[in-house]
């Protein structure tokens, strides 16, 4: 969904009523997530067979700044998206969230702990964690 900027300017008292709520509902939406699971950084999870890929979108935060964890069936990634620092500048609108960050999902598969790998490439982290032998399909055939 596409969020536009929209502002009244105030001249009747129905006009500065209704920017003071617009102004109020931007405050509040601006402090929740929007959508189930939304937040950052926004987090993918995929069977691939053999394997569960989970690719997190990081833009902006560098590989030492992160941290990867998978303790029992919870995955999860934390670290710190520091804001850049323009030395003269005055911010006259800032819509990137920089600060800690911590998201966790379930992984309802088995993983082979011991076999996980975790990548960062272009602002993407891409963890593969290989299925347990136990969690992989297994064909099974039918005596007539």
């Not at 067979?49 to 902006?60: K, R």
Request: aromatic share 8%.
């Amino acid at each position: 969904m596409a969020l536009s900027d929209w502002t009244f300017t105030p001249g009747t008292g129905f006009e500065r009523e209704f920017d003071r709520l617009r102004r109020q509902m931007d405050d509040v939406f601006g402090r929740i997530s929007l959508g189930a699971g939304a937040g950052f950084p926004a987090m993918n999870i995929y069977d691939q067979g053999d394997e569960v890929l989970v690719a997190v979108q990081a833009p902006g935060v560098k590989k030492e700044d992160l941290h990867v964890e998978l303790r029992e069936n919870t995955f999860t990634v934390s670290g710190i998206r520091k804001a850049p620092e323009y030395s003269d500048a005055t911010v006259l609108r800032e819509e990137t969230d920089y600060g800690e960050f911590k998201r966790s999902m379930r992984i309802a598969t088995k993983v082979q702990h011991d076999k996980i790998e975790a990548n960062l490439k272009n602002g993407i982290l891409l963890v593969r964690m290989p299925k347990s032998e136990e969690a992989k399909p297994k064909h099974i055939a039918i005596n007539a």
